[in-house]
Each structure stands twice: as structure tokens, then as C-alpha cells.
């Protein structure tokens, strides 16, 4: 596509449900970044996805988080067991390792999650 | 590990006048990049510095990346309503493997 296309836009759940979160970079790129950002706040690194590479998981705030990226384009961020506290926005980034718009990241319009 | 650090946090302007927002590296920087979010938006690239003391202006932004490759600053001439936002840097090590962002500075300015 155009652009990183994050879905569903709008997600509310009940507290202890578990919600997946789907990104699609642009295509050919080949790495991938997950945020969360709270109201008002900076963006919180989540996971880092590189090609083939083993992702960089060292921003996940508990093991209640994962993520995966199948084939290298579509990711799904999963958070089992929600709580209010992972109330916010997750975006997207993807980026290309090579050409003028090398490392740029261009950033998908999140999911706003809401936990009741 | 490699920390980006931004400020101030936060900035309230009267329209017209100037700003400017610092960024400090814990490391040495292979570029810098800043991004801006807008009220309810996502971050969109701005600019890419890569070279020691480089300066790229865009209209009535300026932006300066450090001799040491350590930091950078965004300076807005004549702030405009329509400057409100966040500005985010970033920065991407000599090992080339991630892009680090910034906490942000949030620009508020007053009409």
C-alpha cells in the first residue's frame, strides 16, 4: 500500500481480555517498530523487527506483550490479559535499510485501545 | 544502552516568537532525524542531518546537528499557530541499527 496502515483504528475491551493489533508496513520495507504512546506523552519503544533478524523485544513492559512478523511484512502486537494501564495509542513505524529514504520512518495512525 | 534526550518538555510562545528544542546523545550519532506530531496525529519526518556541524534550514525552521555528532537543535523563527505540536528527534548509532527517539518537546503557541 501507500502508506503503513494500522488496524482497527478504535479498540475497547474489558479488563483481562486479550486484544491483537495489526500493522502493514509500506511494502519493501524491512524493519519495523512498535510504540505505545500515552496521552500527552513520548513515544514508549515496544519491539524492533529487521528482516530475518531475532527482534529487539527490550521495550516490552511485561510478558503479557508480544509480538510477531510473519514473512516479513504484516505484524500483530498481542497483549494478553489487558489491564487499565495499557490504555493508549501503539503505532506503527516501518523503514528501508537502503536508498534516499534510508532509515526514515513513516508511521501508521495507530490503534487507540481503551481498557475498561 | 543508547539514550536521546530532549529539551525542554514542554514551551508556551506568544505567536512570533522564536523557539528552539535540544537534543543530547548519550553516543555518537551516525545522523539525527526530527520528527513533528501534531495535536491527535502521528510523527512525520522532517529532516535527516548527518554530517558534523551540519545546517539545513526549511522556511522558518533551522535545524543544527553538533561537531561531536552528540546533539542537535530545532530553532523555529516567528512561531506560528500552525508550528503547535511535538517535535521528536531521533538518532541511529554508528552501529546503524535502530533509530532511538527522543521524549519530545510539546510547542504550545498562544494567537
Known amino acids: 500500500g501507500a502508506g503503513v496502515s494500522q488496524s482497527p483504528s478504535n479498540k475497547v475491551t474489558e479488563k483481562g481480555k486479550d486484544v491483537e493489533l495489526r500493522c502493514d508496513p509500506i511494502?519493501?520495507?524491512?524493519?519495523l517498530y512498535w510504540y505505545r504512546q500515552s496521552l500527552g506523552q513520548g513515544l514508549e519503544f515496544l519491539i524492533y523487527?529487521?528482516?530475518?533478524?531475532?527482534?529487539?523485544k527490550s521495550g516490552l513492559p511485561s510478558d503479557r506483550f508480544s509480538a510477531e512478523r510473519t514473512g516479513g511484512s504484516v505484524s500483530t502486537l498481542t497483549i494478553q490479559r489487558t489491564q487499565q494501564e495499557d490504555s493508549a495509542v501503539y503505532l506503527c513505524?516501518?523503514?528501508?535499510?537502503?536508498?534516499?529514504?534510508?532509515?526514515?520512518?513513516?508511521f501508521g495512525a495507530g490503534t487507540r485501545l481503551s481498557v475498561l | 544502552g543508547q539514550q536521546v534526550m530532549q529539551i525542554p518538555q514542554y514551551q508556551h510562545v506568544q505567536e512570533g516568537e522564536d523557539f528552539t528544542t535540544y537534543c543530547n546523545s548519550s553516543?555518537?550519532?551516525?545522523?539525527i532525524q526530527w520528527y513533528k506530531q501534531r495535536p491527535g496525529g502521528h510523527p512525520v519526518f522532517l529532516i535527516q542531518?548527518?554530517?558534523?556541524?551540519e545546517v539545513k534550514k526549511q522556511k522558518r525552521l533551522t535545524f543544527q546537528f553538533g561537531e561531536a555528532k552528540k546533539n542537535s537543535s530545532l530553532h523555529i523563527t516567528a512561531t506560528q499557530t500552525t508550528d503547535v505540536g511535538t517535535y521528536f528527534c531521533?538518532?541511529?548509532?554508528?552501529?546503524?541499527?535502530?533509530?532511538?527517539f527522543g521524549g519530545g518537546t510539546r510547542l504550545m503557541v498562544k494567537p
Open positions: 513505524a516501518s523503514s528501508s535499510r537502503q536508498g534516499r529514504a534510508k532509515n526514515i520512518q513513516y
Open positions: 511494502s519493501g520495507h524491512t524493519a
Open positions: 523487527f529487521q528482516g530475518n533478524s531475532a527482534p529487539d
Open positions: 553516543t555518537t550519532l551516525s545522523n
Open positions: 542531518l548527518v554530517k558534523s556541524g
Open positions: 531521533a538518532g541511529i548509532n554508528n552501529a546503524g541499527n535502530m533509530l532511538t
